[in-house]
């Protein structure tokens, strides 16, 4: 039961969805995958939904893929003696290492890494920048601030710092013990929390390896100095929307996350969109016009992946704010400008090797030859079929692996309707058969029309893409 729009969609698990038979009806209502929220609930009760899903979707037939989001680094203030104070606007406050209860002129902040970072005229934020305080004077364990935007504040509030980039690791020891419990149970992607530049992948890679893809979340403005080397060095990208809306101003995110989707159509990695799609479905039966529209520009704009959070882990309409989202999408690719739009910021990358020869070369054939029903490509790795998705061809893409676990990484690519055949890459021979086998199944292809065929020749050479055939039913 493959997906059957080109845009994904990736659903968060959590108390409302968290069951087997509700798990069905999610898939059922066109969820690819599934988000493991690491920053909530025991390696126990991850487990148990990650059996759950893996039951599920082998009953439906689908190749659902299962990403695992670590928490990152928490930075988050100490208790205070009453349970909030009232800070107001030109008032002074500090931050400081003490291990002492705050009141209404300071509180403990316990993160050596933020004072080492901090200098004058810098901006703090409170409670997902609610509360808005300047920084004044600094030192290695205090920092004196005046209060730009008050507020009431309480415990353990979290802080941002826009204009600092901070010497810290985006993998605490939490989530260096939810990583390896996570890839102990073989889940697909990992969601890399915190990213700030390319070090931060590549520390994560060192670990992870080829055990899972790496979705680095860009939530931090620091993030996008370095836009290009993180995406390079990532499997998948996510336009964290929620930290990135509060560390950088809040009109300028539409621009950030349309920047980071033609980054990532350039470099032909997977991209997600995430935070407050459907928001308001978290408690009620129908989204807002602003929202559907919201949902409909990042299917306009070619993104991979539309991401829902508490709408389906804690709201009140879980499948019905799926059914919504595959609604619009269905539209939006319904449009006869949907191409149009979907390619109309998109630079020059082809021809930059063999593989992109290859297949902008099959797209082309697609425009040009008469009855083409849909394009297969024969991918070890996933590599072939992820730059047949960098094209955006019009047809649906077919990607034949030899594993079940390269099938639920695909899974989430924009475009593609994942098959396993093991035999057929044990010799060249077969992909003609093979092809015609799951376009028929599929039902995208009657007698007479043809398939588009790339691959990489001989078989078993990741990264090869070599060869452009054209079969007929």
Sequence with gaps: MPSSTRTK?????????NSEEKIGELIEAGVDGFRLNFSHGTHDEHKALYDTIRRVAKSKGTH???????????????LFKEDKVLLKKGQKFTFDMKQELGDATRVTLPHKEIFEALKPGDT??????????????????????????????????????????????PLTPKDLDDLAFALELKVDCVCLSFVQRTSDVKEARKIIGKKALIISKLEKPQALDDLDGIIKASDMVMVARGDLGVECPIVTVPVLQKKIEAK????????????????????????????????????????????????TAAGSYPV?????????????????????????????FYCNNEAHAITHAASEVVKTLNKVACIATFSVSGATTLAMAQERPQLPILSINPSEEVARRLNLVWGVKTFIDKKVFESFDNIETVSRGFARISGLADKGEHIVITAGYPFGRAGLTNVLHIVRI
């Design 264 to 311: 990532c159509r350039l470099y032909g990695k997977p991209v997600i969109v995430a935070t407050q799609m459907l928001e308001s479905m978290i408690s009620a039966p129908m989204p807002t016009r602003a929202e559907v529209s919201d949902v409909a520009t990042a299917v306009y704009d070619g993104c991979d992946v539309v991401m829902l959070s508490a709408e």
């Design 124 to 169: 703090l934020l409170v409670n997902d920048g609610n509360i808005i305080l300047n920084v004044l004077k600094c030192s290695k364990d205090k920092a004196e601030t005046e209060v730009v935007v008050g507020g009431v504040i309480s415990g353990h509030k979290g802080v941002n710092l826009p204009n600092s980039s901070l010497n810290i690791s």
């Design 320 to 348: 019905e704010t799926v059914k919504t989202m595959r609604g619009v999408i269905e539209q939006v690719e319904a449009d006869p400008r949907y191409f149009e739009s979907v390619n109309r910021f998109v630079e020059d």
């Design 64 to 78: 659902t893929t299962i990403v695992a989001d670590l928490q990152g680094p928490k930075l988050r203030i100490g």
């Design 9 to 17: 969609i990736l659903a968060t698990l959590g108390p409302a969805s």
